[in-house]
T-cell receptor
């Protein structure tokens, strides 16, 4: 089967750092995506990792370990607008994208 | 208008109705997708079209019928739906399908309620 696990909800404070974890078991691996989805809106692309290591893009960074089937999204200097759901998604060997259920992040002032 | 657009944004229909969802992308992409997003469930891929040809049908019931007349437009025809089909239906597009780096651009979705 194909499975992607991420926490359902997380809470963090404005200005702080939060790490959202994602573990996956899929039929092959061709890359991992993180998407951000605000309530009532479309998902928007944040990052793509296909090689092990950390990819940094401004306040957001994404890490991948293929041997462990593990990724995390790191958000620094949290802002209220970062309150959203964060979707982890894996591209399997058939280039089919499999989404996790998403992590709803709440930012407290 | 740019990006991916979807109409209508909200739809309420009875189980005997026939309706269609429309998606249009202005990004020059070759692949288009339909997803279903239900509460507390992951995004579920329904259909994939690449260069107007259907390449994926993810075991979707026949009461959902996709149509892709050209690479910019995608429709989802609905008939005799069930209340459990109530969900957010998202359309997405990407440059191509079948390549590893395949960022998808999503439309705003159609919130469907089946009574």
């Amino acid at each position: 089967g194909q499975n992607i696990d991420q926490p359902t909800e997380m809470t963090a404070t404005e200005g702080a750092i939060v790490q959202i974890n994602c573990t996956y078991q899929t039929s092959g691996f061709n890359g991992l995506f993180w998407y951000q989805q605000h309530a009532g809106e479309a998902p928007t692309f944040l990052s793509y990792n296909v090689l092990d290591g950390l990819e940094e893009k401004g306040r957001f960074s994404s890490f991948l370990s293929r041997s462990k089937g593990y990724s995390y999204l790191l958000l620094k200097e949290l802002q209220m607008k970062d309150s959203a759901s964060y979707l982890c998604a894996v591209l399997n060997r058939d280039d089919k994208i499999i989404f996790g259920k998403g992590t709803r992040l709440h930012i407290l002032p | 208008e740019t990006g991916v657009t979807q109409t209508p944004r909200h739809l309420v229909m009875g189980m005997t109705n026939k309706k269609s969802l429309k998606c249009e992308q202005h990004l020059g992409h070759n692949a288009m997708y339909w997803y279903k997003q239900s509460a507390k469930k992951p995004l579920e891929l329904m259909f994939v079209y690449n260069f107007k040809e259907q390449t994926e049908n993810n075991s979707v019931p026949s009461r959902f019928s996709p149509e892709c007349p050209n690479s910019s437009h995608l429709f989802l025809h609905l008939h005799t739906l069930q209340p459990e089909d109530s969900a957010l239906y998202l359309c997405a597009s990407s440059q191509d399908f079948g390549h590893s780096y395949n960022e998808q651009f999503f439309g705003p979705g159609t919130r469907l309620t089946v009574l």
